[in-house]
């Protein structure tokens, strides 16, 4: 659902959450910038995105022992939560408690690898890396963030190219609370980034971009690694390597019709269906 998540004092209690924490890494004085999420709000809205309510920051994975350090010795909590991520809160500015082991605000620190000439980013939950040339981020740059302003890469389509494809296009909504580590009611839509632009400020998109068509849903296929865009006309694609076609299946599953692959469905894994098993489809004969 496209609404704005944040009251202004939430919004408030981010920016000083951002604003500290860049201070404790400005400290270590090595490149860091706003990433992720983040990134694209501070890229397209010159602030939070307004559905979303987190911090997103990349860091050098190498030095996040001294990151950890340095949180510790200024009182905030680190929690690593995997080799590419972890989080660093201030629990004396606590707004609320998540429920998680972490109190919102928070940081979360997406850890980056380099090569000589390349900067290497997860994206979708580390399933996905975005390797981009290092000219493309250093030198960074500073953009406006609400009141602040932050550091970002020399060239911030680059990267949210590879790990947002539809961000200046089709924009997606999120259906998840930070604040409370949980889903909203209402799930999450896609919308064309000229109808939103009358809602929310908008900046470097071209509100005169029109598709007729908008993504409906984009899904991991249960047998790929890449995603599955399905389309309000009844396309579907997988960039750059299939197209096809598809059909709901009342409420619960999707039929798809492969130009080059024999057609199979696709269940939600929380349905009654006999069906229901997404890893194994059930193949359907080719009309």
């Known amino acids: 659902m ?13 920016y000083e959450t951002v604003t500290q924490a860049g201070s404790l890494l400005d400290a270590l004085g090595y490149p860091w910038w706003l990433s992720h999420g983040t990134l694209l709000g501070a890229w397209r809205h010159h602030d939070v995105i307004p559905w979303d309510d987190d911090l997103d920051v990349a860091f050098p994975r190498e030095r996040i022992s001294e990151l950890q350090a340095t949180a ?7 929690r690593r939560l995997g080799p590419f991520l972890a989080k660093i809160w201030n629990p004396r500015a606590a707004m609320y408690q998540t429920g998680a082991d972490w109190s919102w605000p928070f940081a979360d620190i997406t850890l980056y690898d380099e090569t000589s000439s390349t900067i ?6 580390h399933r996905f890396f975005a390797v981009v040339e290092k000219s493309a981020v250093l030198p960074l740059q500073k953009v406006s963030f609400g009141p602040l302003q932050l550091p970002v890469p020399k060239s911030p389509e680059t990267l949210l190219n590879q790990i947002y494809p539809y961000w200046n296009r089709q924009p997606s909504s999120s259906n998840y609370s930070h604040r409370s580590e949980g889903s909203y009611s209402e799930p999450s839509e896609r919308r064309r980034i000229a109808d939103l632009a009358d809602e929310f400020p908008m900046f470097n998109v071209n509100l005169d971009f029109t598709d007729d068509s908008v993504v409906v849903y984009h899904g991991e296929h249960p047998s790929w690694s890449g995603p599955v865009h399905f ?14 076609r598809y059909e709901k299946i009342e409420d619960h599953g999707i039929a798809l019709f492969w130009d080059r692959w024999a057609p199979e469905v696709l269940v939600r894994k929380d349905s ?3 069906y229901r098993d997404p890893t194994k489809p059930f193949f359907l004969y080719p009309r």
């Open 120 to 125: 290497i980013i997860e994206y979708m939950y």
């Open 231 to 244: 389309f309000s006309d009844g396309r579907m694609s997988r960039p750059g390597v299939d197209e096809g």
């Open 2 to 14: 496209f609404t704005t998540r944040m009251s202004d004092t939430e919004k408030q209690c981010l």
């Open 72 to 78: 510790a010795a200024n009182g905030w909590e680190f």
């Open 272 to 274: 009654t269906s006999a």
